[in-house]
């Protein structure tokens, strides 16, 4: 294969990444890239609550249509994320949870509302939706948010069953970090997922999201935790892969590199449940992680002139 387009069809797993709108917008050599390169996109940003609905009852849905627009341009499936999450809520409603002006009953109201409203915009557009995202704590409990404080443990259910009614084609999905080797979380992922399927709620796959460092060893047991999930019948996606590195960037660095996102792929590939590999960001030039990582950074399969890296033709080498 000459490109990860061809790749993708060639492994039949949907290769993805996700998108910055305002660079889709501006940069023509960003938007042929991604274009030319993916099969699956994921607004990095763009369907967030805080980007859909900044005031209360007033949606700015543009970003998200402009991602959903280009994917369908060019045939790309689209993940939807994120409809339940900690992270860029809006303001209105973390602060009127914390002034007590948003009581449970409304809140759960608002939360029922968002996921109607929004998997309902984008009805028959969406292949994937990460429903919740990241509601296990690295300690193995169930993360403490307004949603489990206010709500109790049901609202993961309950948003479940609204997203499945809004659009029942869509797959829903459960996602979260570390995932790909922490013991506690794995765990009790696993007894969420199960205690859903007992309950008959439409679960249907597990995102691993496959944010690694070469500063920390790899994830060996990457591939039997991925089994543990799919042989509950769930399918599975990696969903956010970026592998980062203390900088300077250095050949032995993008070698390493190169053959973990090689591993986190391949992986994929093995288990015949894995349907899609969505890299968070594809050019250096736009990823979260030196804003985030003091000294960190490097961490896509591209250099900031779009050029490829080791990472890139590494992927390329991946076969079923
Ligand atoms: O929207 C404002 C904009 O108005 C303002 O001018 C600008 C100035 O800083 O900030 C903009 O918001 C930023 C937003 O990205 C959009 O660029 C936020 O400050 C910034 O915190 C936010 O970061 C995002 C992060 O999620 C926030 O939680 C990253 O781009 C995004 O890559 C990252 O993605 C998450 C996944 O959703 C879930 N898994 C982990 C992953 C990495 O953290």
Redesign the pocket.
Known sequence: PDNLRELSKKIKVYIGS?V?VATLADDAGYRRTLNREFTHVTG??AM?W??VEPQRGQFTWEGADAVVRNAQRNDQKVRG??LV?H??LPEWLTAGVADGSIGAPELRRILRDHIFKEVGRYRGKIRAWDVV??VVDDDGKMRDTIWLQKLGPGYIADAFRWAHEADPHAKLYI?D?NLEWNAAKIDQTLNIVKDLKAKRVPIHGIGF?G?LGIQYDYPGDFPSVMKRFTDLGLEAAIT?ADVRMVLPVTPEKLATQADYYKRMLQTCVDNRRCVEFTV??FTDAHS?VP??FDGEGAATIMDENLVPKPAYGALLSVRK
């Open positions: 996700a910055d990095e940003n967030k805080s980007e994320h994120t999450w992270n860029q995202n990241e996602n970090y999201q944010h956010e968070w960001g979260w804003g985030w």
